[in-house]
């Protein structure tokens, strides 16, 4: 039962300012990802939230209440290690229940406690463990484990799953879904890799340099992303980008003039666009479609298939783009494509990076995944 | 939820408070005997006569500079420091290659090759000085008379060679250890690409493994500087610094003005002259290590 | 054999040969331990009937075991005490740096540099003046400070080596720094902390400038007793041997147990 809250975070170390400026509020029972690329700060928000590192500046509050100046341990949250950073030299219950015997906790309940984590997590056979002897996903358990026991009101994953093979990852990711659910529990979770970023989160922070560049539920970022940063970060493979220019723009959108010389309508607002103004247009790769009739053209410089689908790397004029196609489409390397792409997905950014606003919501984008689940205590 | 202000997030302080008895006692440590070795180092001041102290200007300075004695001391120390440095670097560097190798006992063999250096100085010394190099009952005494060769005097007739044999006997197992433990890190691939490219042994020394050492060889230069600077324990037990002022380096000639003439001005001026030739070596090491310190 | 044997061989051969020149001494020192005075000043010989006079000549002098003890007085002494000084702050400096932690470690490595004979006049003036000479206690103190900033270089190195992680994962399971340390900085990092005391042990015990102008008959440690054996008349090679021996084997054994780890004490961590 907690509500976080940052207010104006900045943390600068010596003269380079890692964070500047955070504004955040962290619903009860919300699973929140930061995602962005190494060196965006997002770990040292996650520790400042954690209380391992203060902030230079802003307030941290939970439930209203200001925590700035309270210890890590007495914050009320657990943190989950993407080193795992178990005790070597404790078992696995020892490791699990080290809070509660700092807490003074009485031998019988931190068993109890202890052994109740080890059901949900399936650890029980593993308990008289060393760290050592366990498998990377078992220690990665062992480490949610932990933060279980303490039964926190916010759990904090710090990359937990980066030492994990791919198979294991998507397992892991399953299970921390599974967690989120039966724990019922705030979650804040630091990820570089948007996959995770999409399939776990309520909501996501996307960070670069310090900055919030956007905030939003997953279906919101992939189809309204606010900038060319969040349109290329979010989304696999990468946001194709075209240079264009404007020739004018009405009521069904911007019309722009492509590379090769056709043109197209892209329904977005024209406001402040003027004719023969530079604009970036930015389309995904499932957005791309091979036309015979299209008008966009270029020559296949590699193709991966990968049985399902098919990605196109075409060489245009003036840049690489990607087009995922149907699994059994029969260009081979060498060949010359023409290709269009789907109007009402594609997107257009101007001088600054910025997205010009969308002149259709997607349906989806509004949609909270929590709304999606089958709640005991929903529409009460 | 307690809101106790615990300041545990504010390093600074914290930092320091568990620093202060290390740094307080270093610093008296350091600042209390240097400034008094200084003030000493500017007055006339004798232990055999007391209440004639008074302020000396650079007196004791001229007078130990124009001393025969500290020149050759100075002289003494720097053949000693030079000679052990050359045969302990480029004997530890050879000894390494050879003990990196696969034999059999090669274990055991390292573990014997660098014990040496855990021996007390006046054990190596009284050792050396009496049952190997004794001109009568000595095993290299014995050993010559095999080959019909006549005995060697040896700290009668080449008293610096011995001891400079006997700290070196100490000093080559520590480059030993140093150098070994350096070469463990050498990558073997690194080994093995040079072999794919066509490097026999002696390129493969020379252009991998001299350059991968040169870090560790000049640690082991610069640490065994600031002890061989100071050696004392192996003169003082074997020569006492004769014949004559033969093996009397620095460190045995302060000893000498300060605790056997009680000259305490003198020893003090010889102190001051030691610091500065350590700290000419100790700016070089401490570069050295800091720049380690980033990576 | 093949080419390769044969060079393995030489090897092996060469190698040996050079340790046990090396060795020689030391070996020659044990062995004449186990002679009688007459044999030992007689020609060389690896054969002959061991005896334990030496030893029991050694030991019946009741002084003997004072000089040990002093030795182990000293060096045990100052070794406890640096690492109790030393720990708290090796810790506070690879795991709460600060912009100064840099300088302070550097600036504690220089204190290392400052040649004892460049502050022997007012070490001992200030050791008379306090009745510190020829003390247990004063020696103690001399060899803490002497070991310490290798004690914490040395420890420093080893800390850095823990994943910072456990220790903050400690925090968030509201381990306080004291409960961090006991619970599982100290745990974790024990080799480590036993090889840094045990070279610190070594070279206390070892340390023959200050234990030889410091002491003389009632706290000499035995680096100073052996110098007694330098003496004209007081060379009975058998007894020196048999107290050399009893001397070094302790520290022998504690350098063969922990020679790779100390490198990085004994080179500032320069060398791993």
Redesign the interface.
């Known amino acids: 039962m907690a509500t976080l809250q940052l207010k104006q975070i900045a943390k600068r170390f010596d003269d380079t300012e890692v964070l500047k400026g955070i504004d955040l509020v962290v619903n009860d029972r919300e699973f929140v990802v930061f995602v962005g690329p190494s060196g965006c700060g997002k770990s040292t928000l996650l520790r400042i939230i954690a209380?391992?590192?203060?902030a230079s500046s802003g307030d941290l509050l939970?439930d209203g209440?200001r925590?700035n100046?309270?210890?890590?341990a007495?914050?009320?949250l657990a943190m989950v290690f993407q080193s795992y950073a178990l005790y070597p030299h404790m078992t696995v219950e020892d490791n699990m229940g080290f809070s509660l015997r700092l807490a003074k906790v009485p031998k019988g309940e931190r068993r109890a406690k202890v052994r109740e984590a080890a059901r949900i997590l399936q650890l029980e056979p593993l308990l008289d463990r060393k760290p050592k002897a366990l498998s990377g996903g078992q220690r990665q358990r062992v480490a949610i484990g932990r933060a279980i026991v303490r039964n926190p009101s916010i759990f904090l994953f710090d990359e937990p799953l980066s030492n994990l093979d791919a198979a294991l990852r998507v397992q892991m990711r399953i299970e921390l879904a599974r967690l989120h659910e039966e724990l019922d529990a705030t979650m804040i979770y630091v990820t570089h890799d948007q996959i995770e970023a999409m399939t776990m989160a309520d909501k996501i922070v996307v960070l670069q340099a310090g900055v919030v560049e956007q905030i939003g539920s997953p279906m919101e970022l992939y189809h309204h992303p606010c900038n060319r940063f969040v349109a290329g970060f979010i989304g696999s493979p990468k946001m194709n980008f075209l240079p264009v220019e404007a020739v004018g723009s009405d009521e069904r959108g911007v019309e722009v003039t492509l590379p090769g010389g056709g043109g197209s309508v892209v329904p977005v607002s024209g406001d402040g666009v003027v004719a023969g103004q530079s604009l970036e247009l930015g389309v995904r790769p499932e957005h791309l479609l091979l036309d015979e009739q299209g008008p966009l053209r270029g020559r296949i410089e590699v193709i991966e298939r990968l049985g399902g689908q098919t990605s196109l790397y075409v060489r245009m004029e003036d840049a690489l783009v990607t087009i995922t196609a149907d699994g059994d489409v029969t260009n081979a390397v060498h060949d010359e494509v023409r290709f269009g792409f789907e109007q009402k997905r594609a997107h257009l950014f101007d001088g600054q990076g910025l997205a010009l606003q969308g002149l259709h919501r997607h349906p989806l984008s509004e949609l909270e995944r929590r709304d999606n689940r089958a709640r005991p205590d929903a529409g009460a | 939820?307690?809101?106790?202000?615990?300041?545990?997030?504010?390093?600074?302080l914290?930092?320091?408070s568990?620093?202060a008895?290390?740094?307080t006692?270093?610093l008296i440590?350091?600042l209390?005997?240097?400034g008094?070795?200084l003030w000493?180092s500017f007055q006339r001041y004798n232990l055999l006569m007391p209440g004639m102290e008074r302020f000396a200007g650079w007196e004791n300075y001229e007078y130990l500079l124009t001393d025969p004695a500290l020149w050759s001391s100075m002289a003494t120390t720097l053949v000693l420091v030079g000679s052990v440095l050359a045969i302990s670097v480029i004997g530890g560097t050879l000894?390494a290659v050879?003990?990196q190798?696969?034999?059999?006992?090669?274990g055991v063999?390292r573990?014997?090759?660098?014990?040496?250096?855990?021996?007390?100085?006046?054990?190596?010394?009284?050792?050396?000085?009496?049952?190997?190099m004794h001109p009568?009952?000595g095993?290299l005494a014995?050993f010559s008379g095999l080959f019909g060769l006549p005995a060697v005097d040896w700290f009668s007739n080449y008293p610096l060679l011995s001891i400079i044999i006997i700290v070196a006997?100490q000093w080559?197992?520590?480059a030993l250890?140093?150098l070994l433990?350096?070469m463990q890190?050498l990558d073997d691939d690194q080994v093995e690409a040079a072999r794919m490219d066509g490097a026999g042994p002696l390129a493969v020394f020379f252009f991998i493994t001299l350059p991968h050492l040169k870090?560790?060889i000049s640690?082991?230069i610069m640490?065994q500087m600031?002890f061989l600077?100071?050696i004392?324990?192996e003169i003082?037990?074997?020569t006492s610094g004769g014949p004559g002022l033969a093996t009397t380096n620095?460190?045995y000639l302060?000893?000498i003005r300060?605790?056997l003439e009680f000259d305490?001005g003198g020893?003090?001026a010889?102190?001051?002259i030691?610091?500065i030739?350590?700290?000419i070596?100790?700016i070089f090491?401490?570069r050295?290590?800091?720049r380690?310190?980033d990576d | 054999m093949n080419h390769s044997q044969y060079r393995?061989f030489g090897?092996?051969i060469?190698?040996?040969g050079?340790?046990?020149v090396?060795?020689?001494?030391?070996f020659?020192?044990v062995l004449?331990g186990f002679k009688t005075e007459a044999q030992?000043?007689?020609?060389?010989t690896l054969f002959f009937t061991p005896t334990l006079d030496s030893y029991a000549a050694v030991q019946g002098r009741a002084d003997y075991l004072k000089f040990a003890w002093n030795s182990v007085y000293v060096s045990f002494g100052s070794t406890l005490l640096a690492l109790l000084?030393?720990i708290?702050?090796a810790?506070?400096?690879a795991f709460?740096?600060?912009k100064r932690?840099?300088g302070?470690?550097?600036?504690?490595?220089?204190?290392?540099?400052?040649?004892?004979?460049?502050?022997?006049?007012?070490?001992?003036?200030?050791f008379r003046d306090l009745g510190m000479l020829d003390t247990r206690i004063g020696l103690t103190l001399i060899y803490?400070?002497m070991n310490?900033?290798i004690v914490?270089w040395m420890l420093y190195t080893f800390f850095k080596d823990l994943p910072k992680d456990i220790l903050e994962a400690g925090?968030m399971d509201g381990a306080s720094?004291l409960q961090e340390v006991l619970y599982l900085l100290i745990p974790l990092t024990l080799p480590g902390i036993a090889s840094t005391g045990l070279l610190s042990v070594?070279l206390s015990?070892?340390e023959?400038?200050w234990s030889?102008?410091l002491t003389s008959s009632r706290a000499a440690p035995?680096?100073?007793y052996?110098?007694s054996?330098?003496s004209p008349e007081g060379?009975f090679?058998a007894k020196?041997?048999a107290a050399?021996t009893m001397?070094?084997a302790p520290?022998?054994i504690?350098?063969?147990l922990t020679?790779?780890q100390m490198?990085r004490g004994?080179?500032?961590?320069?060398?791993?």
């Open positions: 209380g391992l590192e203060s939970v209440q925590i100046d309270v210890g890590p007495d914050r009320g | 939820m307690r809101t106790r202000a615990s300041g545990r997030t504010v390093g600074g914290r930092s320091l568990l620093q008895p290390a740094v006692l270093l440590w350091m209390v005997p240097l008094m070795t000493f000894l050879l003990y190798q696969d034999f059999f006992g090669q063999a573990v014997l090759a660098i014990s040496p250096f855990f021996i007390m100085p006046t054990v190596s010394a009284l050792v050396w000085k009496n049952m190997m009568v009952n095993v014995w006997w080559l197992p520590f250890l140093i433990t350096a890190s870090r560790a640690v082991v640490i600031i600077l100071t004392f324990a003082y037990v074997t620095l460190a302060i000893y300060a605790l305490v020893a003090s010889g102190g001051v030691a610091i030739l350590a700290n070596v100790a090491l401490i050295m290590v800091a380690n310190l | 393995r090897l092996a060469l190698a040996w050079i340790t046990l090396i060795f020689f001494p030391i020659w020192m004449t030992a000043i007689a020609d060389p000084i030393g708290p702050a810790y506070s400096m709460l740096p600060t932690t840099k302070t470690l550097l600036w504690m490595l220089s204190t290392k540099m400052l040649p004892p004979v460049g502050v022997l006049v007012p070490i001992y003036l200030i803490t400070l310490l900033p914490i925090r720094t070594i015990w070892n023959a400038f030889l102008n035995l680096t100073a052996i110098a054996f330098s060379l090679w020196l041997s050399s001397a070094v520290i022998l504690f350098g063969w020679q790779k490198v004994l080179t500032f961590g320069a060398v791993k």
